[in-house]
């Protein structure tokens, strides 16, 4: 069967859509997780409020949303940058799924997994260089999840691929696309509704703490303190 390039990209939207992480947390607890915590229908969120063992099948279908398509894309023939497209859309899938009335995650997983995935059917850079940098991303979120920033070190992460890419001279095509994910990524945060509005807060304080912290308020346990004083988080 021979498909289209449009074709595709409404697979890999659809695919995107599939919430894994709100049907786990449905099916385990009965809970709905755009109406619990951070509201974000994501492998974070299902974490705090079912388990990390319910996370792994989570995290793997998110990775295989945008590395499988991706992979697919290539076998079928298709350039690098209808690769980037068809990956672009599954992340658009996972963070506005029609399923969901356009209501999902942040895409950190899949994202990944889009970037990795053309890299390495590609061949854009050695093993070394991937590995090398893999590493370096990793002890970046590590650190700032340490100290309870986890969230700068995921913005660090997903904005430093174009910089990354462009330092290891990738194909314009993969460096456009490394900067549209980013787009889509800081996108998602500035929009993201919020479970509480903070009054103190002015409007550029706020769109600057949910841009790097994913939240409104920089310090995570005054913000999760917070969100309890309302009863919106359960314990």
């Avoid at 991303?137 to 691929?161: D, N």
Wanted: with cysteine; aromatic share 10%.
């Amino acid at each position: 069967m021979q498909f289209s390039l449009w074709q595709l990209i409404l697979i890999s939207y659809l695919l995107g859509s599939v919430p894994a992480a709100y049907i786990a947390a449905n099916r385990t607890r009965g809970i709905d997780l755009r109406y619990n915590g951070s509201g974000n229908v994501g492998a974070s969120n299902l974490m705090r409020f079912v388990s990390g063992r319910s996370a792994i099948p989570v995290i793997i279908f998110d990775l295989l949303k945008g590395g499988a398509i991706i992979c697919l894309t290539k076998w079928l023939g298709f350039s690098l940058v209808s690769q980037m497209m068809v990956g672009i859309a599954a992340v658009c899938g996972h963070n506005w799924p029609i399923f969901l009335r356009f209501k999902g995650g942040r895409g950190v997983i899949t994202t990944s997994a889009v970037v990795s995935s053309t890299a390495g059917i590609n061949a854009l850079s050695s093993l070394e260089q991937i590995g090398l940098i893999a590493t370096a991303l990793c002890a970046v979120v590590f650190i700032h999840a340490l100290f309870k920033k986890g969230p700068l070190g995921v913005f660090i992460g997903i904005a430093s691929m174009p910089l990354i890419s462009w330092i290891l001279n990738a194909p314009p095509p993969f460096i456009q696309g490394c900067l549209v994910l980013f787009g889509i990524f800081a996108v998602r945060r500035l929009t993201a509704k919020q479970p509480v509005t903070v009054e103190s807060c002015n409007r550029r304080q706020l769109l600057k703490n949910r841009l790097l912290f994913d939240r409104d308020i920089v310090d995570r346990e005054t913000w999760v303190a917070f969100i309890e004083k309302k009863g919106l988080l359960k314990s």
